[in-house]
């Protein structure tokens, strides 16, 4: 049957009631067939509260600032998706307050994402193909579940900070970013966001005018926007705007941290959470204004602009615009031999601006942390592998049957040496010390890229003798495709977010995953409402200091840890500098 035949049967198969139905009342003269049913009739008013589907007139509507909105209510979480919070009228500008509109909004698709490049990130899954949606500078818009709107409770407020670096992204990039579950099992309300990105979100043109001082940092700035939004607008949806947290993981990691750092953020968020949100070169430390100053001449340079055409780049297409300054991206980092965060070579990475004013220091500090996030708690950590595995699963058809499970000791003991040399046995025999569960074969893959920065921001953080530091460790490896996924780089999302039934092909369903997503989850809820993450399920979880080291270790058995890994990091990477 082909598609329009099938688009006009199935038309003709909703309309049939009607044809059975007159004024709510059932047709007498003609006896029914035996399979016919009448399921309600057209004048029955629907039975709200009790499906667990709803969406109409009157059903989950709520009065912002700007406007009503009207979203759906799923399994009694109330969802809205591509509420505007601030409208960015001009590239490179700080955005406005949202026009307010008549009647009401609906809320049920999501809005448009920030432009950006077409993905190269090869697809290493399957059941998740990339989604799509439509970009657009003006993308300020977020995300919600809550379990009650205008109900006068006031709910722990929890805003996810997409992932992707500053580059790419967006706020319902995977299904693994869904917030209802989590929303459901800790009644909290989930907020996830859309901001500017790359050239759109960074590029310092700040030499140029006084309209353009904020430019390098108009990505964040929006960030800032939307939580002066959860602050007007969340208590309607049933939150409480004194009892924020943000989080996210890689890229959103970071922005945690940029946001701990603005001053113009203080005060709209309560709690932080960094899931591996850091490189050496991004996370712990930003862009200077020399290198972005750098970047944006360059930029002009590949436009064949001068610096009284700047306003030019309000309508130079986004492909043009964005080969001008990937180019200029390129040239900077060679200059100052920064190394590509992926791949081989120098290359800069689009990322906040220190610009003494919006960001007035690196998050991390010499001896400190950034002032403005003083009073914060921050939960912090990392995963084992990260990126340690990620040629395995490039080619999963050979490597499900080509890996530490099906190599020989021999083959692990020549690989070992390999990656070693003459240290392999003492980083073997610290591996087993600090990961006891684990075998010789898993030292292979041991994450140091993610882990060293981290560790020098949460030593940083507890110096700074503020808000206490709480950090975890994720080393639960995948069963699936014979264990080559391992802990990988956001494999900790689903378990946060409760969302395991939506990655299967990540993780499995197995009950050592159910039952630590439960205690992850819980985690995190109790750190977003009380500000510590122990709960009664899990070992006594003590703040990280320098002298202890604190630090909980999830696997299927879940373990406070203090300094556990410090040997190990110490004979892999003898030169780094905690402080320096």
Known sequence: MNRRLTRWVLAALMAYPALLLTQGAVQAAAPQPAKTAVVQSRTAAPSAGKEAFQAGPGIAVVQTTAGKVQGYVRQGIYTYHGIPYAEA???????????????TKLAMDYGPISPQEPSAFPNTTWEEPARSFTMDNNCQNLNIWT????????????????????????????????????????????????????????????????????????????????????????????????????????????KVLALMTAPQAKGLFQKGIVESGAVESMGPYFMDKKASARIA????????????????LQTIPYETLTAASNKALKVVGAEYKVPQAMGTGYGMSWEPVIDGDFLPTNPVTKDS???????????????????????????MAESQNDNIHTWSDAEIDKRLKAAYGDKADAVVQAFL????????????????????????????????????????????????MNGIYM??????????FHNLDKMEFHVGDGQDA??????MSDAWIHF??????????????????????ATMIFDTTIREGHHHDRELLQLLAPDYKIFS
């Open 369 to 395: 942390f950034a002032a403005a996030g003083k009073d914060i708690p921050l939960l912090i950590g990392t995963n084992r592998t990260e990126w340690t595995g990620f040629s395995q699963l490039l080619n």
């Open 147 to 254: 379990p009650g709107i205008n109900d006068g409770k006031k709910r722990p407020v929890m805003v996810w900070l997409h992932g992707g670096g500053f580059q790419a992204g967006s706020s319902a990039e995977s299904r693994a970013y869904d917030g209802a579950n989590l929303s459901r099992r800790g009644d909290v309300v989930v907020v996830s966001m859309n901001h500017r990105l790359n050239v759109l979100g960074h590029l310092d043109l700040s030499a140029y005018g006084k309209e353009y001082q904020y430019s390098g940092n108009v990505g964040i700035l929006d960030l800032v926007d939307g939580l002066k939004w959860v602050r007007d607008n969340i208590a309607a949806f049933g939150g409480d705007p004194k009892n924020v947290t943000i989080f996210g993981e890689s890229g959103g990691g970071a």
């Open 514 to 519: 159910r039952t630590l997503s439960d205690r």
């Open 487 to 496: 802990s990988f780089h956001t494999a900790e999302i689903p378990f946060v």
């Open 433 to 480: 010390k600090a990961y006891p569960n684990k075998t010789k074969g898993d030292a292979l893959y041991i994450d140091t890229d993610i882990r060293l920065p981290i560790l020098k921001i949460m030593e940083h953080k507890a110096a700074q003798g503020g808000a206490p530091v709480y950090a975890y460790l994720f080393t639960w490896d995948s069963p699936l």
């Open 528 to 549: 977003a409402r009380y500000g510590t993450p122990g709960t009664p399920d899990l070992p006594k979880w003590d703040p990280y200091t320098a002298q202890s080291g």
């Open 89 to 103: 009228r001009e590239r490179f500008k700080p955005a406005q307050a949202v026009t307010p509109w008549q009647g």
């Open 297 to 312: 001449d360059l930029t002009l340079q590949n436009l064949g602009l001068t610096k009284d055409q700047v306003d030019q």
